[in-house]
């Protein structure tokens, strides 16, 4: 259902989001890479981040699974996006890192275990993760969209149960976008 409300609000969300300003996050995500690393945008949305780290000198592979998002994406990216259920990803050891902002926050706590392992798999010996939740511990669906929240303590017993997965960066945002700024985000940069 979640994907229904992306095809039907596209535009809307990426009038929202295309503008918003993710510097302090990608500096924090860079510092774990070099230049060329392959990086898969999980739920790559408007396109936004995929285009930065392109620009930046990565090898980009951008995903989603709202056929408008990646639609949308795919012209600004001015290359292929591919439609992508995160729940049954195969990549094997193919990425230097995976982007997650703010997409894995809409797979349910019974789902998600099998995502996180997906996305180790997908991960090459030594790769970064990053990802985001909304911040809280609860799963609740608000105007046609799902969300899974995370604390730092309910997250850290998640990737406890991948003893191939360690946390080395937590930190807590206030969500960047006008209007939004009493919300706030769970940050996390997972290392295989």
């Not at 105007?143 to 850290?156: I, V």
Request: hydrophobic share 35%; proline share 1%.
């Amino acid at each position: 259902m979640t994907k229904n409300y992306y095809n039907k609000n596209a535009r809307i969300f990426i009038e929202n989001t295309i503008k918003a300003d993710m510097t302090k996050i990608y500096q924090k995500f860079e510092k774990y890479l070099k230049k060329g690393d392959r990086i898969l945008d999980l739920g790559c949305g408007s396109g936004r981040d995929s285009l930065y780290f392109m620009n930046k000198g990565y090898d980009v592979l951008a995903v989603d699974y709202s056929e408008e998002l990646v639609k949308s994406a795919s012209k600004l990216l001015n290359k292929e996006v591919i439609i992508l259920d995160m729940r049954e990803m195969d990549f094997y050891e193919e990425f230097d890192a995976i982007w997650a902002c703010a997409s894995i926050l809409h797979i349910n706590r019974e789902d998600i275990n099998n995502v996180i392992r997906n996305c180790e798999r997908a991960l090459k010996n030594g790769g970064i993760f990053y990802l985001s939740f909304k911040y809280g511990d609860k799963e609740e669906w608000r105007n046609e969209r799902f969300f899974n929240y995370y604390n730092e303590t309910s997250f850290k017993r998640l990737i406890d149960q991948f003893p191939y997965l360690n946390i080395i960066e937590t930190w807590k945002t206030k969500d960047v976008r006008k209007g939004r700024e009493d919300e706030f985000w769970l940050n996390m940069i997972i290392k295989k």
